[in-house]
């Protein structure tokens, strides 16, 4: 309870104080809707949000996975090659340097905007570089002496990489997940405002805000906020999944050289 319950009071708290900020001030509802009102218009358009969030969600899952194994892969081979990583740590913060209002109209034009390859391109290369950071990092942490220790069972570079550096370095793998699933979702939405197909979240906000609608556009930027949410939230069980399992595997290795 003490992980969850305070969020969740200060969330029902800042929602009621919103609530009554709004009606007893008389806030127009082009600068902030009520709650209720929100809530109404996210019903009434559930079906809409659903068939949105569904289409922003599997953009941002397929770049979210591309970038992931991209950054995952690469961590691998620059921590094994450092004349690797000597080329590949500039490219990956050139990538993260830039924005994404510069990147999406590029690929757009670059191709086609009656496909989802350009959202979906935005989306790996924003992941790409917290996977690959976080990666190498975790694959560097590995003591000297489970290296050796491996090394005198005469297993190879890409065999220690894959039976302990690897193993050892999930936790910063997972830390990279977590900054990566949200601004994958975020990445997706933000690549739907310059243009392609009218299907996402990031559309239908820019759509509803166009016509005045600002309720119907904060129902839809409810309906991103739990797109990111779910995403988080399957990578935070994925973590607890493995905690255990990575335990075991690590004891196993080193507890029977003892």
């Known amino acids: 309870m003490k992980t969850w319950l305070p969020p969740v009071v200060f969330g029902v708290g800042g929602l009621a ?5 709004t009606v007893v001030a008389g806030v127009p509802s ?3 809707p009520a ?7 996210f019903t009434e358009n559930f079906d809409r949000i659903v068939d949105a969030a569904t289409a922003t969600g599997t953009n941002a899952l397929i770049g979210l996975l591309v970038g992931a194994v991209l950054g995952i892969v690469a961590a691998m081979v620059a921590v094994r090659f450092r004349l690797v990583e000597g080329l590949l740590t500039p490219l990956a913060a050139a990538a993260a340097a830039v924005p994404i ?4 109209p590029l690929l757009n034009s670059m191709y086609s905007t009656t496909t989802e390859t350009p959202r979906r391109m935005v989306v790996a290369i924003v992941v790409f570089f917290p996977m690959f950071v976080s990666t190498a990092r975790g694959l560097r942490q590995v003591p000297q002496v489970h290296a050796d220790l491996m090394t005198s069972y005469a297993a190879g570079g890409w065999q220690i990489t894959r039976t302990v550096r690897l193993p050892a370095a999930l936790p910063y793998l997972f830390t990279g997940l ?9 990445a997706a939405i933000i690549a739907e405002y310059f243009g392609g197909l009218q299907n996402g979240l990031g559309s239908r906000i820019t759509s509803a805000a166009a016509n005045t609608a600002y309720p119907r556009a904060w129902a ?4 991103a906020m739990l797109v990111g ?3 988080l939230a399957v990578v935070l069980i ?4 493995t905690r255990r399992p990575r335990t075991i595997l690590i004891r196993d290795i080193f507890g029977r050289s003892k």
């Not at 839809?220 to 309906?223: M, P, Q, R, S």
Request: glycine fraction near 6%; aromatic fraction near 10%.
């Open 30 to 32: 082009f600068l902030l």
């Open 17 to 21: 104080l919103w609530q009554v900020l």
């Open 178 to 186: 977590r900054i990566a699933a949200p601004g994958a979702v975020i």
């Open 101 to 104: 209002v510069a990147l999406a």
């Open 35 to 41: 709650p209720t009102v929100i809530a109404k218009q």
């Open 238 to 241: 994925l973590e607890q999944l």
């Open 229 to 231: 949410l779910l995403f």
């Open 220 to 223: 839809y930027v409810v309906g």
